[in-house]
């Protein structure tokens, strides 16, 4: 008899090391015990696993990405704020805001009585004397407040905005909302809503409360010319008129209301034409202007409710004139006491006399606050 090898069924690492027992090959059995085979998972099994994994990752994915929109409109309120303190400095130095847009001709004086276009003026590729057309807005103005004070530096005042194609197109991260854009997007058509389609940057996502006026005009031109001392919606309260106003800044204590009471910035709607539409409401209803550097609608809103004009009020309401976001339920805004505070859609815009439009005007002698507004 030779030598026995004696293997534990349970321990097949000591059975392997009996491959030759003296002069005696010892043949090791394939055949082990059942407790001992290696099993893998069964095709249902392997699908139960497959489903868990995937109603996990469903409950999993809506909480992070809540998780990242709650990031970003904290980053959009961040923004709102500095161009916030940046207009509050401003006006400390000079004893007033920084005018709404800096415009040097009235638009057809004869027929319109205190029109501006500073979209038209703007984009003059030839304007005759030096230093007679500019369509420039307030943000210009507040760039060394805002830290960027080398743009106000190389801006050439003898000459308009599309003249300062090369500054003007400049991004500005703090002027973009990180739920819309990080800069001009040519996929989502960007550039069409600025001075000329062949710019590639300075767009931005926040404007001045220009009040609730009917502050723009709505017309095939698209230009949206405004006018700033524009008469009163019907049936309108006391003043309607905002803190921004064109070619003349206000006085920060004309804001009888209460500063912590009225909207000085908020976010804007970014919107284009619907494809192949032809009615107002879809065309030129729809079509914003864009660019920190102009004045105008670019970067200003109102906060009025006129359904004559076929403004529908309150906000995200897709009329180029009102404020929105890109945040689901509402947008943000800066009060003219440098505070920032959310605004839900849900806001009482009934009327020209309900609650948001009233934030928006600066005198109209109201006791409307932001408790009103559910805040």
Known sequence: MGLVALFSSTRLGDAMQFGVVGSMTVTLSSRWPLSCRLRGFTLVELLVVVALIGVL????????QA??????????????KQIAMG????????????AAAVVSEAYNPATCSGCWNPWAEA???????????????????????????AILMAWNRQTNVLGNAAVAQINISSLYCPSRRAGIGLFKDDHKNLVAATWRGGGTDYGGCSGRLDGFYNDTSQDHRFSDRNTPISGSIGNSEGLFLSNVGTVLASARDGFSNTI?????????????ATSA??????TSQDGWATGGVATLFTTSTDPLHTNPGGINNLFFESAGSEHRGGASFAMADG??????EFVD???NNSVFPLLGSMADGVAVGLSDAGN
């Open 57 to 64: 990752m469903g409950l999993l994915l809506p909480a992070v």
């Open 67 to 80: 998780a990242r929109e709650s990031a970003r409109r904290s980053q959009c309120q961040n923004n709102l």
């Open 87 to 98: 207009v509050l400095h401003y006006e400390a130095s000079n004893r007033r805001l920084p």
């Open 123 to 149: 984009r003059l590729p030839l304007f005759s004397p030096a230093g007679s057309k500019h369509g420039t807005s307030w943000l210009l103005e507040i760039m060394p407040q805002i830290e960027e004070p």
């Open 264 to 276: 000085m910035l908020g976010e804007l709607q970014r919107l284009r034409p619907l494809a192949g």
């Open 281 to 286: 409401a879809s065309t030129y209803n729809r």
């Open 339 to 344: 505070s920032v505070h959310w605004l839900s």
């Open 349 to 351: 815009a009934k009327d």
